[in-house]
T-cell receptor, first 117, second 118 residues
């Protein structure tokens, strides 16, 4: 069963604007972690940010922040002040901390972001 | 910095060939993973390993096998390549899997191997 849903297959954003990438998830675990990765056209997956379901505050890493709404089961990535180098595919992933003993991640289908000048 | 190296960026093979994809990590990570990536499907886990000589099936293991003889190296094997195995293959490693500290679960990826089976 699909556990991670990214409903936006692609989006355009203007340079210097903020963009929000949607991610909803489905789990019965009470404890879990959410991760975001970036994949430029070169192919390498780059880790951006993570958040635990038990974290009180939303995670931030530089221009990246995670808008975590537990009741809605959403973990949206916000990129502030977009740059041309942000053009890439973005993946949301989740790890169930109770039912998974191995640290496996479930990935969504991804959202393609194109930043325009 | 963690470095995960995949031996080839591009491979072209013929149907029926035995194919080896190699992955090496240099950070003494316990866990290693093989994924395939297809458009619209995201990343799907093929196999993973949590220790030397230990392996577990992922979501789509059919047609694949793996080998982990040394901690730093994890190989994906296509015993008899078929055209439906044409895909992007990504290797990843993480420090620990059986740990509730999410920072230790972060997976670090190689650059990927684009495999075409003709």
């Amino acid at each position: 069963a699909q556990k991670i849903t990214q409903t936006q297959p692609g989006m355009f954003v203007q340079e210097k604007e903020a963009v929000t990438l949607d991610c909803t998830y489905d789990t019965s675990d009470q404890s879990y972690g959410l991760f975001w990765y970036k994949q430029p056209s070169s192919g390498e997956m780059i880790f951006l940010i993570y958040q635990g379901s038990y974290d009180e505050q939303n995670a931030t890493e530089g221009r990246y922040s995670l808008n975590f709404q537990k009741a809605r089961k959403s973990a949206n990535l916000v990129i502030s002040a977009s740059q041309l180098g942000d053009s890439a595919m973005y993946f949301c992933a989740m790890r169930d901390l109770i039912t998974d003993s191995w640290g496996k991640l479930q990935f969504g289908a991804g959202t393609q972001v194109v930043v325009t000048p | 910095d963690v470095k995960v190296t995949q031996s080839s960026r591009y491979l072209v093979k013929r149907t029926g060939e035995k194919v080896f994809l190699e992955c090496v990590q240099d950070m003494d990570h316990e866990n290693m993973f093989w994924y395939r990536q297809d458009p619209g499907l995201g990343l799907r886990l093929i196999y993973f390993s949590y220790d030397v000589k230990m392996k577990e099936k992922g979501d789509i293991p059919e047609g694949y096998s793996v080998s982990r003889e040394k901690k730093e190296r994890f190989s994906l094997i296509l015993e008899s390549a078929s055209t439906n195995q044409t895909s992007m293959y990504l290797c990843a490693s993480s420090l620990l899997g059986a740990d509730l500290n999410l920072a230790k679960n972060i997976q670090y990826f190689g650059a990927g191997t684009r495999l075409s089976v003709l």
